[in-house]
């Protein structure tokens, strides 16, 4: 599904009582002003779409086809990003930004020529089985101080390999154990290792903490696993989980869901607010959600060559339908739970 087929079934859908209240509306019923850019602390970098995995859920549509990959141009300007602004975190997706040719060196180019303190990559774990020139994936992140986040949809075999393809939950819990095995999720560790939740159907997440404590007790106790913390991320009705919701016929229930868990307490720590995402054509946006609907920051030089990042501070921050997920329940950005 296009782009602006996606916004117009946002914008315009009707449901049972009428159209999806405006979120903008909806701020204002709350007394909350226009959501605008703090001082910027994460860049966040999609660096390619391709994956080795084609994920229900994905908000990407990344996949083994997808050709897209952030040119040597682009990256060697982001590196300029980082020393020219006080960047305190680079996080890199995909798709599986192992991918990208340029990886390795891109990571090594952040540690040896910026001052930014953390590095995280958006893992989806079985890239590291996946081909013998991704084996040694484990020490490269440990070599280099990465932070690894790794989608891990449930701690059982069913419903992880319902949502991203048979298989994939044997293979992530030996990816778990080699990343455990050079250091990663043990206690007095400085080499982190987070697990994301997402939904694998039309419903917000469970409770974030206790959620955890059962991962943890399950994966150790099954599989000797060790993480530091997981993070639940709610579905935003975009991409694949948007024709997900459509053809089960779910789309209006999970919309209203969302609309009547509207939390204003979740607009204080949105992501948006201190982070841009750059995308592998060298955009800038304010999320990487609106990223893939193309809703690019409200600024005419919206790219990573023309935009003094600094001067988007105090800008309005681009919302649509959409953020109804980022604010419903306890809230959820890429850190998980916001409220």
């Avoid at 229900?56 to 997808?66: Q, W």
């Amino acid at each position: 599904m296009d782009v602006s087929t996606q916004l117009d079934i946002l914008n315009n859908g009707i449901f049972s009582d009428g159209k999806l209240p405006l979120f903008k509306k909806k701020l204002k019923e709350v007394n909350i002003p226009d959501i605008k850019k703090e001082q910027l602390k994460i860049l966040q970098l999609n660096i390619g779409y391709m994956c080795n995995q084609t994920c229900s859920h994905c908000h990407v549509d990344a996949g083994p086809n997808r050709k897209e990959m952030m040119s040597m141009k682009v990256l060697k300007r982001c590196l300029s990003l980082m020393t020219e602004n006080k960047i305190e975190t680079v996080d890199i997706t995909g798709g599986a930004p192992e991918m990208h040719p340029n990886f390795r060196w891109f990571v090594k180019s952040i540690r040896e020529k910026t001052k930014v303190d953390e590095i995280i990559v958006r893992s989806n774990l079985t890239i590291i089985l996946a081909n013998k020139k991704f084996f040694d994936l484990p020490n490269f992140f440990a070599d280099n101080r990465i932070h690894v986040i790794s989608s891990l949809p449930f701690y059982n075999k069913e419903k992880t390999d319902n949502q991203r393809g048979k298989g994939v939950f044997d293979k992530s819990v030996l990816a778990l154990k080699e990343l455990n095995k050079v250091g990663y999720g043990k206690t007095n560790s400085n080499l982190k290792l987070d697990l994301v939740y997402n939904p694998s159907g039309a419903f917000l997440p469970p409770d974030q903490e206790l959620l955890e404590i059962k991962f943890k007790e399950k994966l150790y106790n099954n599989f000797k696993i060790k993480f530091n913390n997981l993070f639940t991320i709610t579905n935003l009705p975009i991409s694949r989980f948007l024709d997900y919701l459509i053809a089960s016929e779910n789309y209006e229930e999970y919309m209203e869901t969302l609309v009547s868990r509207f939390n204003p307490n979740a607009t204080e720590g949105l992501m948006c607010k201190n982070t841009i995402s750059v995308s592998w054509e060298g955009y800038i946006y304010d999320c990487d959600f609106n990223q893939m609907l193309d809703l690019k920051i409200n600024s005419k030089n919206n790219t990573v060559f023309n935009c003094k990042i600094h001067g988007l501070v105090d800008k309005k921050i681009q919302v649509s339908q959409h953020c109804y997920g980022c604010t419903a329940g306890a809230g959820s950005s890429c850190q998980g739970t916001i409220a």
